[in-house]
């Protein structure tokens, strides 16, 4: 399973475009999201960690890789849907 911690994903607009945007990478990719700890947990079934990251940044968000995550406040301003 590959984990991303993405601070900037606070809606269910939001995880609805990350989960779009990691279908169109790897259609067969199972994801779970939860919104209160800003986690995106992805069970791949083609598309590699990098084209997974990539997908959510370039759908407008900025995941970091869940071992590398720190603790910090969610991001400032709110949602910042697209």
Request: aromatic share 2%; net charge negative; proline share 5%.
């Amino acid at each position: 399973m590959i984990a991303f911690e993405v601070k900037d994903m606070t809606c269910g607009h939001c995880a609805g475009t990350i989960t779009k945007a990691l279908a169109a990478v790897d259609q067969g990719a199972k994801v779970q999201i939860d919104l209160a700890s800003h986690h995106v947990r992805i069970e791949p079934a083609a598309a590699g960690a990098q084209a997974l990251e990539d997908a959510i940044r370039e759908a407008g968000y900025t995941p970091v890789a869940l071992a590398d995550a720190t603790p910090a406040a969610a991001a400032p301003g709110g949602c910042g849907c697209r």
